[in-house]
């Protein structure tokens, strides 16, 4: 089975093409392909509270191409989900009528709590400890999901406006990060032992400069180190010598900020990073969709 993906996020709009296989007891989901467009919606909305008309166009024209994409591939089912950047921009509602317009897609403006549910959708835990206590850390261009999950279960979820972008921006507020570091500790406090499970782009990306690999773990000093590292560059060298993305050597600093902070509040020993996002989030979603139109358990 194939699907789709389209996550329409503050810093970069991405398409994902999988594959899903069933055998038997064990289902394996397959990244055929992965495009991605940082086209950046945050810089605007995180300031301006609406997108420009020049990085309206380029949303449009992105979505159009991703149909024409889609189309190609043939997916059985796809969807289109935008977060923060979408969430907060005033001509949101414009913006998704004219990519239905024009490219044929709808596009689905989610609130916190639904991507934190997506995200988790990928039910990383139980693939770990099914006892075990942990807390998902999602660190977007525009917001940060918490997730604790313990038994894998679900124990409590809150979106912060706490984002890449939007610190890069000068958008967040010292109440911000004080009302993440109090929902940490008010919700782990009675939690022992709670191992971190961190997702974006940045951690990903973290985990390769430590020279980790994916199922390997992260403890709050690798990511310091690399933290370190990568402040002594400027934005230049970081892409020139460190061989990152113009789009991800400067928000990788406040990325990494966000995950000391939370690693630190939560007395997390260590963090796993399964390499896996939103968009594999919703590729799941599809696929349960899938099976419970056939029926299945």
Same mark, same amino acid.
């Not at 980790?212 to 230049?236: M, P, R």
């Given at each position: 089975?194939?699907?789709?993906?389209?996550?329409?996020?503050?810093?970069?709009?991405?398409?994902?093409?999988?594959?899903?296989?069933?055998?038997?007891?064990?289902?394996?989901?397959?990244?055929?392909?992965?495009?991605?467009?940082?086209?950046?919606?945050?810089?605007?909305?995180?300031?301006?509270?609406?997108?420009?008309?020049?990085?309206?166009?380029?949303?449009?024209?992105?979505?159009?191409?991703?149909?024409?994409?889609?189309?190609?591939?043939?997916?059985?089912?796809?969807?289109?989900?935008?977060?923060?950047?979408?969430?907060?921009?005033?001509?949101?509602?414009?913006?998704?009528?004219? !990519?239905?317009?024009?490219?044929?897609?709808?596009?689905?403006?989610?609130?916190?709590?639904?991507?934190?549910? !997506?995200?988790?959708?990928?039910?990383?835990?139980?693939?770990?400890?099914k006892k075990g206590n942990y807390l998902y850390i999602d660190v977007g261009?525009?917001?940060?999901?918490?997730? @604790?999950?313990?038994?894998?279960?679900?124990?409590?979820?809150?979106?912060?406006?706490?984002?890449?972008?939007?610190? @890069?921006?000068?958008?967040?507020?010292?109440?911000?990060?004080?009302?993440?570091?109090?929902?940490?500790?008010?919700?782990?406090?009675?939690?022992?032992?709670?191992?971190? !499970?961190?997702?974006?782009?940045?951690?990903?990306?973290? @985990?390769?400069?430590?020279?980790?690999?994916?199922?390997?773990? @992260?403890?709050?000093?690798?990511?310091?180190?690399?933290?370190?590292?990568?402040?002594?560059?400027?934005?230049?060298?970081?892409?020139?010598?460190?061989?990152?993305?113009?789009?991800?050597?400067?928000?990788?600093?406040?990325?990494?900020?966000?995950?000391?902070?939370? !690693?630190?509040?939560?007395?997390?020993?260590e963090l796993y990073v399964p390499s896996i996002g939103l968009s594999d989030?919703?590729?799941?979603?599809l696929y349960e969709k899938q099976k419970t139109m056939k029926g299945q358990?």
């Open positions: 089975m194939k699907f789709a993906a389209i996550d329409v996020g503050s810093n970069a709009v991405r398409l994902l093409f999988t594959q899903v296989f069933e055998n038997k007891d064990e289902t394996f989901f397959k990244k055929d392909s992965l495009f991605r467009v940082p086209i950046r919606l945050g810089e605007d909305v995180f300031v301006k509270r609406k997108i420009s008309e020049k990085k309206k166009d380029s949303l449009i024209k992105t979505m159009m191409a991703f149909k024409y994409l889609i189309e190609a591939y043939d997916p059985l089912d796809y969807m289109a989900i935008a977060t923060a950047a979408m969430r907060e921009a005033e001509n949101s509602r414009e913006i998704v009528k004219a !990519i239905e317009s024009e490219a044929g897609i709808d596009l689905q403006i989610i609130d916190g709590q639904r991507e934190a549910e !997506i995200i988790y959708s990928n039910h990383i835990a139980e693939k770990l400890d261009g525009g917001s940060t999901e918490l997730t @604790l999950i313990s038994g894998s279960v679900i124990v409590n979820s809150h979106s912060f406006k706490l984002g890449t972008v939007r610190l @890069l921006e000068k958008q967040v507020s010292k109440t911000e990060w004080q009302r993440m570091k109090d929902w940490i500790k008010e919700t782990t406090s009675e939690y022992p032992s709670i191992t971190g !499970i961190g997702t974006g782009g940045n951690i990903n990306k973290i @985990l390769k400069m430590s020279l980790k690999e994916e199922g390997q773990t @992260l403890s709050y000093k690798n990511i310091k180190t690399i933290y370190d590292l990568v402040n002594s560059y400027s934005f230049e060298d970081r892409i020139s010598k460190l061989n990152l993305r113009p789009d991800r050597a400067d928000v990788i600093i406040p990325a990494t900020k966000i995950f000391l902070k939370t !690693i630190k509040w939560a007395d997390i020993k989030g919703i590729i799941h979603v358990p």
